[in-house]
């Protein structure tokens, strides 16, 4: 069986086209074909190879001009992802300038420099991704800044919350992983040339210059020194990857729980046919959601395998490159996948205020003991208070009347709070807090951000 994530049927609810295409094989050699092109390049500006062999070189090296088949057939000899390339390609150029193909370099200065160069898209596409996100959550924030509804802790209604707030705390997240992918690209999308232990010793004294060249032809930053065996930068990444796939699907869990038969808050958007059961015709189920806290769950998985890959003996270890090829595209499919599902998910939230009034209800006013304790705690202190609120909350549950009644049979509390103010203690909408305040500066940093 073919991956999910390459799987004609299901991959698309894993991973969008457009990603799987940026680590597709033909993306991969074009990345492999630009990094000998920039080092032939660089070499020829430095007089270490003739300028007609850097010429032939970049005519050559197209991913039209390669024949991947027979690649794979040699790589399946070889080995060697890079052994492959320069055979083939250089079979395409003159004898004269072949010797020049691959000058100096190692196979891994080409797979690295390559991988970076696809990096550079994948982030385009996530960046972009992750905006659209951050602007639905925005959205959804200030449509629903002061629509009320029930706060919960361990899973038991607590005290009045906002959707806009509960929006807002997953919008202010999603900003900070937003600058914290600001910040990982510089120090990713770095390129690489060493030569077999990163010395550059093929290329003297001019080792430093080629390496700037080249990279500066293929708009990538230069290390200082040769980073095979450093593979900090791309477990940044990968922990990245596993922190944003975390939020979303810490807000997926969150929407498919309050679609519950039994709470009914939210929905994801309906559309007909969409989220239906093979034989229980009444049903509507949570579709995106699900496949979102899958994938949060593999990227979690992810970042331990890149820190394995870290840990290299030598200049140069043993499994660590093709254990990041099993890791890296597939944090960035699966991610790209999570986006893709989720966004739509915010964008058509289906909400229902009438029933989040209803389940707040639904506990005979319970929700709003903390309410009124901390109304009558002027007058009483808060443990009298606390103790006061509690004998009435057990008196109405035992009774099966509401807290409203159960206070007003209590002379202590009616002593100093009359029906009126015990109304106004009661009220969801009266208890909501800093909660729209804290919405108003959220989506002010979403907005200083340019979302």
């Known amino acids: 069986m073919a991956s999910v994530i390459d799987s004609a049927y299901l991959g698309d609810g894993f991973g969008t086209p457009a990603m799987r295409a940026v680590f597709s094989d033909r993306a991969r050699l074009s990345g492999w074909l630009r990094a000998e092109v920039a080092l032939a390049q660089a070499q020829a500006g430095l007089g270490l190879i003739p300028d007609a062999a850097a010429q032939a070189i970049a005519q050559a090296a197209r991913p039209e001009n390669m024949d991947l088949a027979a690649m794979k057939a040699d790589f399946d000899v070889s080995g060697v992802a890079i052994v492959p390339l320069v055979r083939h390609l250089g079979a395409l150029l003159p004898p004269e300038h072949r010797r020049f193909l691959h000058y100096g370099a190692t196979t891994q200065d080409i797979t690295d420099t390559g991988c970076v160069l696809q990096m550079r898209d994948a982030l385009g596409l996530i960046a972009a991704d992750l905006d659209a996100l951050c602007r639905a959550l925005a959205a959804l924030a200030g449509r629903h800044r002061d629509t009320v509804m029930a706060g919960r802790s361990f899973q038991q209604q607590a005290v009045p919350v906002t959707l806009g707030y509960k929006a807002a705390v997953w919008l202010d ?7 914290r992918l600001a910040a990982l690209r510089p120090r990713l999308l770095v390129g690489q040339l060493g030569g077999a232990v990163g010395t550059l010793a093929t290329m003297g004294a001019q080792g430093p210059a080629v390496r700037s060249a080249m990279m500066a032809a293929l708009g990538l930053g230069e290390a200082v020194i040769t980073w095979h065996t450093a593979r900090d930068r791309w477990a ?12 979303l699907g810490k807000i997926a869990g969150e929407v498919a729980v309050l679609m519950r038969s039994e709470i009914g808050e939210l929905s994801e958007p309906a559309t007909p046919g969409r989220g239906g059961s093979s034989t229980m015709p009444q049903k509507r189920n949570p579709v995106a959601c699900p496949q979102v806290m899958a994938i949060a769950r593999r990227l979690r998985d992810l970042p331990a395998l890149q820190l394995d890959a870290m840990m290299q003996e030598h200049e140069r270890g043993l499994g660590a490159m093709p254990m990041e090829w099993l890791v890296v595209p597939d944090g960035f499919v699966l991610l790209s996948g999570a986006l893709a599902q989720m966004r739509p998910v915010l964008e058509g939230l289906q909400v229902d205020p009438a029933r989040m009034a209803s389940n707040m209800a639904r506990g005979g006013g319970l929700i709003m003991a903390e309410a009124v304790m901390m109304g009558l705690a002027p007058a009483m202190g808060r443990d009298q208070a606390k103790q006061a609120v509690e004998r009435a909350a057990r008196a109405a549950t035992a009774g099966g009347t509401d807290l409203r009644a ?5 002379p202590a509390v009616t002593a100093h709070l009359d029906g009126a103010a015990l109304d106004r203690l009661l009220d ?3 208890y909501t807090g800093s909660a729209g305040a804290m919405v108003d500066a959220v989506l002010a940093q979403a907005a200083a951000a340019g979302l």
């Open 173 to 179: 997240e999603c900003l900070r992983h937003r600058a």
């Open 406 to 410: 159960a206070l007003i049979a209590d």
């Open 428 to 430: 969801p909408a009266a």
């Open 236 to 247: 940044e990444l990968v922990q990245w990857q596993a922190l944003a796939g975390a939020t």
